[in-house]
């Protein structure tokens, strides 16, 4: 079965400094979402994102993230200035229009802000 | 978002069909009632989904009450690898519509 690959499963990085992380959506996918999940917490909701446009997002993707769909494959999550609290496990999914109802998501990347 | 309400756990024995209950008193007629899982250090992963009638699929099967307030998730025989946080999820099929995650119930499945 088709699947979300992200890169990297892992990324540490220091406070303040700048994060992207990676995901290849499913092929024919046209609807795209970013979720994170704080140790022992829910899993949260970020962005999704249609038509190279964002189409909803949280309360928690303030200024300080964005996303790209750089090319025909890629789609990006990038903090800004990372703080402590962005520690999580960060998800990416798509889904595709025609299949609605199943979001497909990726294995994730533990990201650790020192 | 219409809310759900699922048990924090469930224990089960391996082999055994498992029954996970979800109630959702203030649905509306457009929600779709979405089970997903999350195996241990992965992410969500979908399971089964119904509007109305009862659903099967080659994972689960999903039983909806004639009211649609409450619904069921049915594993007919538990394995190991069911063990997982297992979602209930109200969600308008339209558009890049978000799932929105409660705090699911974990299934631990005794050998």
Request: proline residues 5%; charged residues 20%; contains cysteine.
């Amino acid at each position: 079965e088709p699947e979300v690959t992200q890169t990297p499963s892992h990324q540490v990085t220091q406070m303040g400094q700048e994060v992207i992380l990676r995901c290849v959506p499913i092929s024919n996918h046209l609807y795209f979402y970013w979720y994170r999940q704080i140790l022992g917490q829910k899993v949260e909701f970020l962005v999704s994102f249609y038509n190279n446009e964002i189409s909803e997002k949280s309360e928690i993707f303030d200024d300080q993230f964005s996303v790209e769909r750089p090319d025909g494959s890629n789609f990006t999550l990038k903090i800004r200035s990372t703080k402590l609290e962005d520690s999580a496990m960060y998800f990416c999914a798509s889904s595709d229009p025609g299949l609605n109802e199943k979001l497909f998501f990726g294995s994730g990347t533990q990201l650790s802000v020192l | 978002d219409a809310k759900t309400t699922q048990p924090n756990s469930m224990e089960s024995n391996e082999e055994e069909p498992v029954h996970l209950p979800c109630n959702h008193s203030t649905i509306s007629g457009t929600d779709y009632i979405h089970w997903y899982r999350q195996l241990p250090s992965q992410g969500p992963e979908y399971v089964i989904h119904g509007l109305t009638s009862n659903v099967n699929n080659r994972m689960a099967s999903l039983a909806i009450a004639e009211d649609r307030k409450s619904s069921t998730l049915i594993l007919h025989r538990a394995t190991l690898r069911d063990a997982a946080v297992y979602y209930c999820i109200l969600r308008v099929d339209q558009g890049a519509q978000k799932l929105v995650f409660g705090q699911g119930t974990r299934l631990t499945i005794n050998p």
